[in-house]
């Protein structure tokens, strides 16, 4: 096979159908399978040749297979890195992180419990690490630097 034959110079594209169409078996081959009969001297001649034809023909599928197997191992290993890049683009334009701080201190201020009207008794507790100043805290740097300003919430 001649470098770069049938390639596309634009992308490397290996067409994927051998450049010639293969013929099926011919009835005579079909019988010589069936049995265990010798070729005639004729026949024998034509099938050393096609021995020569179709190990060219194999040889040149199994390159381009090999070429596609590259072709497609380069393709995931862009298309995961692409993946990366667009997961990171998506979470830098989170909404929430445009959040002003003002705003997202009145947000924590409604999560946290309620001191008003509770009953002495009461189980409010801000010192439970399952509370709502606690939790927000560990969410991110930000948001503890957050609540760790805002003594409203404790």
Same mark, same amino acid.
């Given at each position: ?11 490397? $594209?290996?067409?994927? /159908?051998?450049?010639?169409? /293969? ?12 049995? +265990? ?5 004729? &026949?024998?001649? =034509?099938?050393? *040749?096609? #021995? ?9 599928? =199994?390159?381009?297979? #090999? ?19 667009? +997961?990171?683009?998506? /979470? ?15 947000? $924590? /201020? ?10 002495? &008794? ?7 690490? *399952? ?9 991110? *740097? *930000? ?8 003594? +409203?919430?404790?």
């Amino acid at each position: 096979m001649a470098p770069n034959a049938g390639v596309c110079p634009t992308c490397g $594209f290996l067409p994927l /159908q051998p450049d010639e169409p /293969q013929s099926e078996r011919t009835p005579r081959v079909e019988e010589l399978l069936r049995c +265990n009969h010798p070729p005639l001297d004729v &026949e024998t001649l =034509d099938l050393r *040749r096609a #021995v020569h034809k179709f190990t060219g023909i194999v040889t040149e599928l =199994d390159e381009k297979i #090999v070429k596609a197997k590259e072709m497609l191992h380069h393709l995931s290993l862009a298309r995961e890195n692409a993946g990366c890049r667009l +997961n990171d683009a998506k /979470q830098l334009l989170h909404p929430l992180r445009s959040i002003p701080d003002d705003i997202l201190g009145v947000i $924590f /201020q409604h999560s946290a419990p309620s001191w008003e009207g509770s009953a002495p &008794e009461s189980v409010l507790d801000s010192l439970s690490p *399952r509370g709502a100043p606690w939790l927000l805290s560990h969410v991110c *740097r *930000r948001w503890r630097n957050l609540v760790l300003s805002s003594p +409203n919430l404790w």
